[in-house]
């Protein structure tokens, strides 16, 4: 099929659905739509900042903060943190951890006097799972992380009565959306149960699986947020890189999410590679629709290699091998496969989509 290209992002028929609109495209098109206007909310912020502290005022914290040591969750702790909130700061290892995202995590920490969980998976399982998802040849890898990610913050949330789970998520750097083809949904435990199956795993024994039916109860029952404030706050990411690294020893990252080797193992290689998808389109788009970045500085982005180097390439094409015990042929099997969609393994969207058209009708 021939690509087609917006003229005014940088998202193509890659991307499904993928429609052109006047000047640009159903992605920008949204992303133009929010209007979003890169600018400390004074008023919305110090009304958000006041619910929380309220929320949690005879708790020992009063919110969460994951991270996961890349920029957007490291800077919503310093923000947290100045603006006076008491966080429980809270990190997941799935055993893929790069040296320095440990290091930014640890540095952090240690400057702002706050106090860490690290849940460190089970590898084993963990292994098993990643090897289950990779037969299964579907898209989304990182559901896995995803998921569990979620699982351990509501536990803790809950175990602490916390109400407030404060992430990463902003529109200056995420706001073009994800393509329905680029991933799964994340709290869809059937999808996960079944593709576990096929490899023998029936029950999990360490792996934290959040349930579609625990996200409804800590939405409704317990009423646990998950939140950004990075919206509410002037969020410029090269500025906020210089302040982390002056302020807070941090080491940057050349792309998003490469704090995890596989993350960038999968996002730099597996994707484009098996899945023809390259998510830096959508993440580069970002940038240049908020005005972070100029149309050639993007185009330079985009263009350039997806690893900073073809020595870190190597090292980490190696890791991926050793770690999943896989030779170069194994990988190149998997690389050959065609494709099998999410949604032909038993899935929870269906009865999600009943769910929310019933929410919206009735309750909403
Ligand atoms: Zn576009």
Redesign the pocket.
């Known amino acids: 099929m021939k690509l087609i290209k ?1 003229n ?2 940088f ?1 193509d028929s890659t991307a499904v659905p993928f429609v052109l609109i006047e000047e ?2 159903n ?3 949204d992303f133009l739509g929010l209007e979003f206007k890169n600018v400390e909310r004074k008023s919305e912020l110090d009304d958000f900042v006041k619910t929380i502290k309220s929320a949690g005022s005879n708790k020992q914290y009063d919110c969460i903060v994951g991270v996961s040591g890349g920029v957007d969750s490291s800077y919503v702790l310093v923000k947290a943190v100045q603006l006076g909130l008491r966080p429980l700061v809270v990190h997941m290892d799935n055993c893929w951890n790069s040296e320095l995202a440990q290091n930014n995590i640890n540095h952090l920490v240690e400057k702002l006097d706050v106090e860490l969980y690290t849940h460190v998976i089970d590898w084993a399982e963990y292994k098993l799972l990643m090897q289950a998802f990779f037969d299964a040849d579907v898209i989304d890898v990182e559901m896995l992380y995803d998921n569990a990610m979620l699982s351990i913050n509501f536990n803790l949330a809950r175990k602490y009565g916390i109400k407030y789970i404060l992430s990463g998520e902003n529109i200056s750097t995420e706001g073009v959306r994800m393509p329905q083809n680029w991933n799964w949904w994340k709290m869809d435990d059937k999808n996960i149960r079944d593709i576990a199956s096929k490899k023998g795993v029936r029950k999990f024994v360490s792996f934290p699986l959040y349930t579609f039916w625990q996200s409804l109860m800590d939405r409704f029952i317990y009423r646990i947020k998950w939140t950004s404030i990075l919206d509410l706050i002037h969020y410029d990411k090269e500025e906020v890189l210089l302040f982390l690294e002056k302020n807070y020893s941090y080491k940057r990252y050349p792309y998003k999410h490469y704090e995890s080797i596989f993350t960038r193992f999968y996002q730099g290689f597996i994707l484009p590679k098996k899945f023809n998808v390259d998510k830096r389109k959508m993440h580069i ?1 970002t940038l240049y629709l908020s005005g972070q970045v100029s149309r050639s500085e993007a185009h330079e982005l985009l263009k350039s290699d997806r690893y900073p180097s073809e020595t870190d390439f190597k090292a980490d094409y190696a890791f991926f091998l050793k770690k999943m015990n896989w030779t170069e042929s194994d990988l190149n099997i998997y690389l050959a496969r065609p494709e099998i969609s999410h949604n032909k393994y038993k899935s929870y969207l269906p009865l999600k989509i009943f769910l929310v058209g019933l929410y919206r009708k009735f309750i909403r």
Request: aromatic share 10%.
């Open positions: 917006c005014r992002c998202m640009g495209c992605y920008c098109e788009s």
